[in-house]
């Protein structure tokens, strides 16, 4: 494993100190279920370090860039930036999914529950370099691998309101507000999956998941976007 933590030192242009805390960042917690003997522990830990500091550098280096744009610019930019989507996108360019410690079951998963896996291994990453160097060297990594992106977001115009976006095209092109409707509930109160499809008219046009209605609906109109 040595050898390929190098390969991907490489790739994020940082050498860590202390390998452990690379080690962790990767380890998935399905990866103890089928590996009792792994002397470290799962990254949920310093996923939720890496999700402030993440949030931090790039709040920081926005509000730099636009001296003159308000607050709620600047948050939907920073939304943009920071979603699950962007990171698992980050991780796939910098080949993190080829180092990721996972159960077999869990390196089968596709689709939103490897996008999930893969942000959160990008976030446990950003705490353990935060960990290992400070503040500093975390801000670089986040300026040089998250930040790249900030062009290709204002121009397409993914920090803006998903649901308002769709609805602005489908009036557009087919003057028709869509609707959303609840498609199915799963899991305990305290961690519940909302389903939510969007329609056009009776047509449904995609679906999304998440923990709340909104985020299922906004994810819905994601969906919707990409397809038109």
Same mark, same amino acid.
């Given at each position: 494993m040595a050898t390929a933590l190098i390969s991907l030192e490489k790739k994020i242009e940082y050498s860590f100190k202390e390998k452990d805390f690379l080690k962790e960042a990767l380890t998935h917690r399905s990866y103890l279920n089928e590996n009792p003997d792994w002397k470290l522990p799962d990254n949920e830990r310093l996923e939720f370090l890496g999700d402030a500091v993440l949030e931090l550098a790039t709040t920081e280096e926005l509000f730099k860039r636009f001296p003159d744009r308000k607050e709620g610019a600047l948050t939907s930019y920073r939304a943009a930036l920071v979603n699950?989507?962007?990171?698992?996108?980050?991780?796939?360019?910098?080949?993190?999914?080829?180092?990721?410690?996972?159960?077999? +079951?869990?390196?089968?998963? *596709?689709?939103?529950?490897?996008?999930?896996?893969?942000?959160? *291994?990008?976030? *446990?990453?950003? +705490?353990?370099?935060?960990?290992?160097?400070?503040?500093?060297?975390?801000?670089?990594?986040?300026?040089?691998?998250?930040?790249?992106?900030?062009?290709?977001?204002?121009?397409?115009?993914?920090?803006?309101?998903?649901?308002?976006?769709?609805?602005?095209? *489908?009036?557009?092109?087919m003057k028709i507000t869509p609707g959303y409707q609840v498609m199915s509930e799963t899991g305990p109160d305290h961690d519940k999956v909302f389903v939510v499809g969007v329609y056009f008219g009776e047509k449904l046009i995609a679906k999304g998941s998440g923990h709340s209605k909104q985020e299922a609906e906004a994810e819905a109109a994601r969906e919707a976007l990409s397809i038109l």
């Open positions: 699950y989507i962007m990171m698992a996108r980050v991780a796939l360019e910098i080949g993190l999914d080829k180092f990721v410690l996972l159960s077999k +079951g869990e390196a089968k998963d *596709a689709g939103k529950a490897r996008e999930v896996i893969l942000a959160n *291994a990008m976030e *446990a990453l950003i +705490g353990a370099i935060y960990l290992d160097s400070g503040y500093e060297a975390v801000k670089k990594f986040v300026v040089n691998f998250v930040i790249s992106h900030l062009d290709e977001v204002l121009k397409s115009g993914s920090y803006k309101d998903p649901k308002s976006s769709l609805q602005e095209k *489908a009036q557009e092109k």
